[in-house]
């Protein structure tokens, strides 16, 4: 599979603060990477580095094979970025925005009127053309910024939390957005927000006070965010001796009267045995809620297993 990214051992210090280290991986083409991690783990640092907005202290980035420091017309082509505040000014309308960002794209004139046309349509923009940005919600503005930053048909689109500040509508918007523009290009979308990276992403890379400590397919993702804990509820009090003797479950706890936190070994399932248990005995089922690790359980695991090894 050919990269059209390629990081190699980058680093950023900001004096004596390390807020990227060490940083390798690859983007290939076709693929929605997530770039995930807390508030001030790292993430717009390698954005902005990427783009070549930020020199690196150390390190190397190609953009299909193009050098960013030594090479950056030509590794800038191919990229698009949209930056955590999106670069769009409030008082042009959305045409005379697109078309000024495509001069700056380098587009020549007969190019310019296509490309806007056809950014403005990718991003549900095409009825906004005479629209103030200003007076546009946080959501189109934000399609906006998108569609700035592919005007030039670039082969990578960065996206630095694209969704931060949008209601739940456009958030869900703005992700269909996501997996749409991955159709045709390869994307990295930075987040700190993990339901994000499991809607729009074929990857994730988990970055932790600057370090990488996870790089999987996203699958594997939703995997390690399962645990091996239910919380069932019934409407009659159950035997617990006879729950306790299910095989796989390790600890029983009461939460409330009837409600349950029940422990089980790593990779069973004992849901079919609870609901064949209290169809049996009558005890009336009326939870069995599997619980998730969140992703500060999932960052502790992770790093946790990395100082093991360290
Ligand atoms: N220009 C700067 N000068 C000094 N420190 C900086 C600078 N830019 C970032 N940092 C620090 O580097 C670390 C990483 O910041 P970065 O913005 O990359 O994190 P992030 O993962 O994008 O978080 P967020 O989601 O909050 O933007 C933070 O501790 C931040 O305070």
Redesign the pocket.
């Known amino acids: 599979m050919s990269s059209l990214i390629e990081v190699n051992h980058l680093s950023r210090q900001?004096?004596h603060?390390c807020?990227v280290d060490d940083v390798s991986f690859s983007l290939n083409k076709g693929e929605v990477l997530g770039f995930l991690?807390p508030?001030?783990?790292?993430?717009?640092?390698?954005m902005k580095m990427i783009c070549g907005n930020l020199t690196p202290t150390v390190g190397e980035i190609k953009i299909n094979g193009y050098d960013i420091i030594d090479q950056p017309k030509l590794a800038k082509a191919e990229l698009g970025f949209l930056p955590?505040i999106p670069p769009v000014y409030p008082d042009l309308t959305v045409d005379e925005y697109l078309r000024y960002c495509a001069k700056l794209h380098g587009l020549r004139k007969h190019a310019i009127k296509l490309s806007v046309e056809r950014g403005k349509l990718k991003c549900g923009l095409s009825d906004m053309g005479h629209r103030l940005i200003g007076n546009l919600s946080k959501g189109y503005q934000q399609r906006v910024g998108i569609a700035q930053a592919i005007l030039h048909n670039p082969s990578v689109i960065i996206l630095d939390?694209p969704t931060v500040g949008l209601d739940p509508i456009q958030i869900l918007e703005i992700r269909e957005l996501i997996r749409e523009l991955g159709n045709e290009h390869s994307v990295i979308l930075?987040t700190?927000i993990l339901p994000e990276v499991q809607h729009s992403c074929s990857r994730v890379q988990i970055?932790h006070h600057g370090k990488l400590v996870l790089n999987e397919p996203v699958e594997g993702l939703s995997r390690r965010m399962t645990s091996s804990s239910l919380i069932v509820r019934f409407r009659q009090q159950p035997n617990e001796e006879v729950l306790q003797n299910v095989p796989n479950i390790t600890a029983l706890e009461a939460l409330d009267t009837g409600q349950y936190l029940i422990q089980h070994t790593q990779g069973t399932s004992i849901s079919e045995t609870i609901v064949e248990l209290s169809v049996t005995n009558n005890w009336g089922l009326l939870e069995l809620t599997p619980q998730q690790h969140d992703m500060e359980q999932i960052f502790l695991s992770l790093t946790q297993h990395s100082n093991n090894h360290e």
């Not at 508030?39 to 390698?46: D, E, I, M, P, R």
């Open positions: 900001f004096g603060h807020a991690g508030n001030g783990a790292g993430k717009s640092t390698t955590e939390e930075s700190h970055i």
